[in-house]
């Protein structure tokens, strides 16, 4: 089917195809027959089938015969006969292949039950079959509420009504035999039309409603199988399924249809297996069966002695000890027959033309954290020592503060022909610039260099005493000048007027 919405629909037709139901290959259509002679001609000689498929509400097919010889094509309504009055349907097979479902429903074409084709329906036709259909779902509803006042034991699952609007067919399950006379009487008072009531079972009801599996997709019975057979707990034994009433279930309440799908090739494939009840003689003691892998070939057994451990098999090497058995011997214990036991190899899939996977992209690449971090810790590392040492070559240095500047500064003695004001000019800017671009750290060398500053501060203010007393100067002290106003000193470099200057004129 492509699409899921048929059964939903309130007129029959799937609201998922753009055109309507009336689309050229019907695959939309619930339980729909794919025509695979359509482009195929008829040998000469031979008369096509005037016979066509027409389909209605959820899936409910009949075979009718074209007597006026109509040009019919798949999706065309038309309005065939029915008791009493007339019905509306869509064709949904022409051709040779009705032939073929005619054989496969054991229908004859001299049958009474295939009924005639009246006309192509009408605008008229199709208008007055919407307006019933818009009706089943209020009929439904009201249905069941008489239902529930006469108190009777059935399920009302669906309701069709006839094309022409004259007629509803209701459509229950019940359990028991039920006397609807009653119910029968009320629905014709309450709706003003004949009423038909038809039983149906537990699968086709599901067949009829649809719906979608515990496998994802839609049900069957609704789509494309049309026999129901018989399902047994046998057949999910055989399958070496758990017997839990809820997973072995379909919709309808009843076992899955789809236990029988591969219940043919369990059973030829467990002809070759023991026995479950067939209890092995070893040197130990007695063994019995606990499970199997029938398409791997393996069986698992355990010792009463060791009952929580299980030992696998092969089923050469059971078959071999059920022989030993039978011969009067024992077979060795179940330890040595496991050691012993060799699993064949399995050969997967060599990329030999070199192509690469189609799931490369699906998980996401995963990088070392680890390196990463080392990584960076390093380079952190590297860039802080790199840092440092610019700043450092970068730093202007000071003078007179370290104690190497000190002890070359007492033994130097000062020259004649240097400005004491310029170079009074050069410390006092060297001391008062600040350093930049150097972050400030602490270091525990800091302590030895404000020491160092100290003591240099201590001997200049020494020295500047003694200049002022008039004392003489310590033996290899430096003569330092005296301290000026820097303002004063400062030369203009500016194009404005001296105003000092002007003052003195």
């Not at 094309?163 to 003003?192: C, H, M, P, W």
Request: some cysteine.
């Amino acid at each position: 089917m492509g699409c899921t919405s048929c059964s939903t629909n309130k007129s029959g037709v799937p609201s998922g195809c753009k055109s309507n139901g009336s689309c050229a290959t019907g695959s939309c259509d619930k339980l729909t027959v794919f025509d695979w002679l359509s482009n195929m001609a008829l040998p000469s000689g031979q008369k096509p089938l005037n016979i066509v498929e027409v389909r209605f509400k959820n899936g409910r097919k009949h075979f009718y015969r074209n007597n006026n010889s109509f040009h019919l094509a798949i999706g065309e309504i038309v309005a065939v006969e029915s008791s009493p009055g007339h019905d509306i349907g869509t064709v949904s097979l022409t051709g040779e292949l009705v032939r073929v479902q005619m054989k496969k429903k054991k229908v004859s074409e001299d049958s009474e039950e295939v009924k005639k084709i009246y006309r192509k329906a009408s605008v008229r036709d199709i208008e007055i079959w919407q307006a019933a259909r818009d009706k089943e779902v209020e009929t439904q509803r009201r249905g069941r509420d008489i239902l529930g006042r006469l108190g009777l034991k059935m399920k009302l699952s669906d309701i069709e009504y006839q094309g022409d609007g004259n007629k509803a067919t209701f459509y229950y399950t019940a359990e028991d035999r039920i006397d609807f006379r009653q119910l029968i009487k009320n629905l014709a008072s309450a709706f003003s039309i004949r009423v038909e009531m038809k039983q149906v079972g537990l699968r086709q009801e599901a067949a009829r409603l649809g719906g979608v599996g515990s496998c994802g997709r839609e049900l069957c019975c609704s789509t494309w199988l049309t026999d129901f057979r018989k399902v047994n707990t046998a057949s999910a034994r055989y399958q070496q399924l758990s017997l839990n009433p809820q997973k072995l279930a379909g919709q309808c309440g009843k076992l899955k249809c789809c236990l029988n799908y591969e219940l043919d090739s369990y059973l030829d494939a467990l002809k070759g297996f023991p026995k479950s009840d067939v209890v092995l003689e070893t040197e130990k003691g007695r063994a019995t069966f606990v499970k199997m892998d029938i398409f791997k070939g393996l069986i698992w057994y355990t010792s009463k002695e060791e009952g929580f451990k299980w030992f696998k098999l092969t089923l050469e090497q059971a078959q071999e000890v059920i022989a030993l058995n039978k011969n009067g011997e024992k077979s060795p214990s179940l330890e040595e027959l496991e050691s012993d036991m060799v699993v064949a190899t399995k050969i997967e899939f060599e990329n030999v033309v070199g192509q690469d996977s189609l799931t490369r992209f699906d998980k996401p690449k995963t990088k070392n954290k680890r390196r990463s971090k080392r990584r960076k810790s390093g380079q952190g590392q590297n860039q802080k020592n790199n840092t440092n040492q610019k700043n450092q070559s970068q730093a202007p240095r000071k003078h007179g503060n370290s104690p190497q500047n000190k002890e070359g500064n007492q033994h130097r003695e000062p020259k004649g022909n240097r400005n004491p004001n310029q170079n009074q000019k050069n410390s006092n800017a060297n001391a008062n610039e600040p350093k930049q671009g150097v972050p400030k750290k602490r270091h525990p060398q800091n302590r030895n260099k404000q020491k160092s500053n100290a003591e240099a501060n201590s001997q200049k203010q020494s020295i500047a005493n003694q200049q002022k007393q008039g004392t003489p100067k310590a033996e290899g002290a430096a003569s330092k000048p005296r301290r000026n106003n820097n303002r004063r000193n400062k030369t203009n470099n500016s194009n404005k007027p001296d105003s000092n200057a002007n003052k003195d004129a």
